[in-house]
């Protein structure tokens, strides 16, 4: 009964592929989001989905989309995976009023 | 530009001593400020939030102090505990609006 479920938790892969995470949440919650946390641990909010309006953060690269099936979804598409985009993902979704809740990351490890 | 500035950037404490981090905000129309703790291989989990209004608040061993007027806020944790060893984040927001995260602080609780 995890609130915000992302998968895989691990990924490890080649540059140059195509790589997908997942994203579920069951809070009900009508806004989605995507976190990248560095090795430094610094949180940087990559996209936000609300009710169909997303807003990109205009420093990620293209390479990255979010594709949003319904309410409750929002994957991540990574396109020719570089050695930079290693770092742990978060997926994490709000209502007006409520808290951020994160889901438990994807490690993402390019070689 | 770093919305929310946070520091110092790791602590280390004896068990039952105060750890105290702080934060510092650019943007006066923020109106949510939340603290998350993260747990190695897990994502961060909202600990306490306060909004302009007030100048403290207390759950438990941990307390926010908000200073309005100085646009600064912290959070103490009375009597460390070694399972309180954990990042800590602060954050602010406008609204439902995204969150703005600090850089983190990595403490640590010595037995």
């Known amino acids: 009964d995890t609130a915000v479920s992302q998968t895989p938790k691990y990924l490890v892969t080649q540059m140059g592929n195509d790589k997908s995470i997942k994203c579920e949440q069951n809070?009900?919650?009508?806004?989605m989001y995507w976190y990248k946390q560095d090795s430094k641990k610094f949180l940087k909010i990559m996209f936000s989905?609300?009710?169909?309006?997303?807003?990109i953060n205009e420093t990620v690269p293209n390479r990255f989309s979010p594709k949003s099936p319904d309410k409750a979804h929002l994957n991540l598409h990574i396109n020719s995976l570089e050695l930079g985009d290693s770092a742990v993902y978060f997926c994490?979704?709000?209502?007006?009023?409520?808290?951020?809740?994160f889901g438990n990351g994807t490690r993402l490890t390019v070689t | 530009q770093q919305q929310v500035k946070q520091s110092p950037q790791s602590l280390i404490v004896q068990k039952g001593g105060i750890s105290i981090i702080n934060c510092a905000y650019e943007?006066?129309?923020?109106?949510?400020f939340p603290w998350y703790q993260q747990f190695p291989g897990k994502g961060p989990a909202l600990l306490i939030a306060?909004?302009?209004?007030?100048s403290e608040k207390k759950e438990g061993r941990f307390t926010i102090s908000f200073n309005k007027s100085a646009k600064q806020f912290s959070l103490h944790i009375m009597d460390s505990q070694p399972g309180d060893s954990a990042t800590y984040f602060c954050?602010?927001?406008?609204?439902?609006?995204?969150?703005?995260f600090g850089t983190g602080t990595r403490l640590t609780v010595i037995p």
């Open positions: 994490a979704s709000r209502s007006y009023n409520s808290p951020l809740h």
């Open positions: 809070l009900g919650h009508d806004t």
């Open positions: 989905y609300n009710n169909k309006e997303l807003i």
């Open positions: 943007n006066t129309a923020f109106d949510y």
């Open positions: 306060i909004r302009p209004d007030v």
């Open positions: 954050a602010a927001s406008l609204g439902a609006n995204n969150l703005f």
